[in-house]
């Protein structure tokens, strides 16, 4: 069947439009649109169940979608069988082949497209040096660690010149300082071959380290779309700034808003918040979260100056996790907030546990999210 063209933006590579997918009365997928551009490592993150492995899924064709339609390099690929699409995919569990060696598991989909003995030895050739594996090219899985493993499967994926690499949780079995080690390393490998790449991961620091954009999944649907510091920066929701690193949460209401600044009221604070700009809400739109990550954080024994921006407590717990520590201030209102110490300021007289606290930040250091 010729597949319909469609005249996509310059940059446009995959196009996923208004995609559904139900599973009986189970709607796992509710009417996603996402664009991703030529060359770009994007990530689609959530909690479990939130849907973003079953949209890879439906890239792959191993799901059909309920609804909408997916488009690649301008082709609708959305009718096509698994085979037939230029796809890739890497799973988790890596799917090697235990009882082939490393060039027969990179050379097997190569085999199977029939292609010439020798252009197959050549590309396997390229492939061990893309991944650094020619020393190992004899081995059997069983005989390499998780990292090698991932390598091999990565070749594998890349050999037949996929257009869109789809990567299904790729540090999932790695422990954690290999998995640090191995993000930096696979993004250097995808970018120098060019190939796009969209992966699958519940690991917030595994797509900030290698996507450039990311979008956050939430029971089917995308909360937001945006790079990573968009989207730690400016959440665009409670749940967004809550599923992206650490955050402080106080509720307020809005007793003023200018065009140049609004003032908050929060009753877990001894003094109002005071926003450095105008928050343009409609008039019943009063109540609000003010989400405020750690390390914007003053924390000092001595009180602040100014009317507004800080609340006292004391310490109630420290975390000490080797270049930061973490400290737990318990407000006098009973709530427990974060605030983070560089631990390259050993010499700096610090406060300690049960020591009377008061925390303080800036102007702009926070952001107002609708209720």
């Known amino acids: 069947m010729k597949q319909a063209m469609a005249k996509a933006e310059p940059n446009e590579f995959v196009k996923i439009d208004r995609i559904s997918k139900r599973f009986d009365d189970a709607l796992a997928v509710d009417d996603v649109s996402l664009t991703i551009n030529r060359g770009e490592i994007f990530a689609l993150l959530g909690g479990s169940g939130s849907g973003k492995s079953t949209l890879l899924r439906v890239l792959a064709g191993f799901e059909r979608p309920s ?24 799973f988790q569990s890596y799917a090697l082949f235990p009882h082939m060696t490393v060039e027969q598991n990179i050379a097997f989909g190569l085999k199977q497209d029939r292609m010439s003995k020798s252009d197959i030895n050549d590309r396997v ?24 493993r991932q390598r091999v499967a990565l070749a594998r994926s890349l050999a037949k010149s996929p257009k869109l690499l789809l ?21 250097e490998i995808i970018e120098r071959v060019g190939v796009t790449c969209i992966m699958v991961t519940h690991d917030q620091e595994e797509a900030m380290t290698m996507a450039q954009r990311i979008a956050i999944m939430h029971q089917g649907w995308i909360a937001q779309v945006g790079t990573p510091m968009d989207i730690y920066e400016s959440p665009v929701s409670r749940h967004v700034a809550e599923f992206i690193g650490s955050v402080n949460s106080f509720e307020g ?34 109540k609000i979260t003010y989400a405020l990550r750690p390390e914007k954080l003053f924390v000092s024994t001595e009180k602040p100056e100014g ?41 700096l007289p610090r406060p300690t546990w049960d020591d009377k606290v008061y925390i303080s930040w800036e102007d702009d250091a926070g952001v107002v999210l609708q209720s």
């Open 253 to 286: 209401e809005i007793i003023s808003d200018m065009e140049d600044h609004a003032i908050i009221r929060c009753r877990h604070l001894d003094r109002d918040i005071y926003v450095g700009h105008g928050i343009s809400t409609r008039a019943q739109d009063k």
């Open 67 to 90: 609804e909408g339609r997916v488009w690649l390099d301008g082709q609708d690929i959305t009718d096509l069988p698994p085979y037939k699409r230029p796809i890739n995919m890497m």
């Open 307 to 347: 009317d507004h921006n800080w609340g006292h407590g004391h310490v109630h717990d420290i975390a000490y996790l080797g270049g930061h520590s973490v400290y737990y201030i318990k407000l006098e209102s009973g709530l427990l907030v974060q605030a983070f110490f560089h631990n390259s300021e050993r010499r």
């Open 167 to 187: 990567l299904d949780e790729p540090m999932g079995a790695l422990d954690k300082k290999l998995r640090s080690q191995m993000q930096l390393e696979l993004v």
């Open 125 to 148: 050739e390229q492939m061990l040096k893309l991944v650094h594996m020619t020393d190992y090219a004899r081995r059997k899985p069983n005989q390499l660690s998780g990292g090698q």
